[in-house]
């Protein structure tokens, strides 16, 4: 088992920034790979995006690639969303996931691999 809290969620204005983290326990955190997925008001889940357990493998959606950065410190058993250049079409609810099932340099889209989920995290952002 692995328990997922998500924080730093909020109200931005377009064009600034915001940090999540996912604090992760229950199980040694390098043995899951981690992912964000996002879910804004009467849409689909979609895959924001994730990386590996050896942290050296990061894959992202095109929405946000070149303004998300992941990152991970397994020392501190938390994976970061650091989202810059935010835009009001980012609004949603942001949840991070964790996979205990990939290789160490592998990392996931599909939301049916991850066994663990965050309660979700708003970020909201104002034009």
């Known amino acids: 088992q692995v328990q997922l809290v998500e924080s730093g969620g909020g109200l931005v204005q377009a064009g600034g920034s915001l940090r999540l983290s996912c604090a992760a326990s229950?199980?040694?955190?390098?043995?899951?790979?981690m992912g964000w997925f996002r879910q804004a008001p009467g849409k689909e889940r979609e895959f924001v995006g994730a990386?590996?357990?050896?942290?050296?493998?990061?894959y992202y959606a095109d929405s946000v690639k070149g303004r998300f950065t992941i990152s991970r410190d397994n020392a501190k058993n938390t994976v970061y969303l650091q989202m810059n250049s935010l835009k009001p079409e980012d609004t949603a609810v942001y949840y991070c996931?964790?996979?205990?099932?990939?290789?160490?340099?592998?990392?996931?889209?599909?939301?049916?691999?991850?066994?663990?989920w965050g309660q979700g995290a708003q970020v909201t952002v104002s034009s």
């Open positions: 229950g199980r040694t955190f390098s043995s899951v790979a």
């Open positions: 996931a964790a996979d205990p099932r990939s290789a160490w340099v592998s990392v996931r889209m599909a939301a049916a691999g991850y066994d663990y």
């Open positions: 990386i590996s357990r050896s942290g050296g493998t990061t």
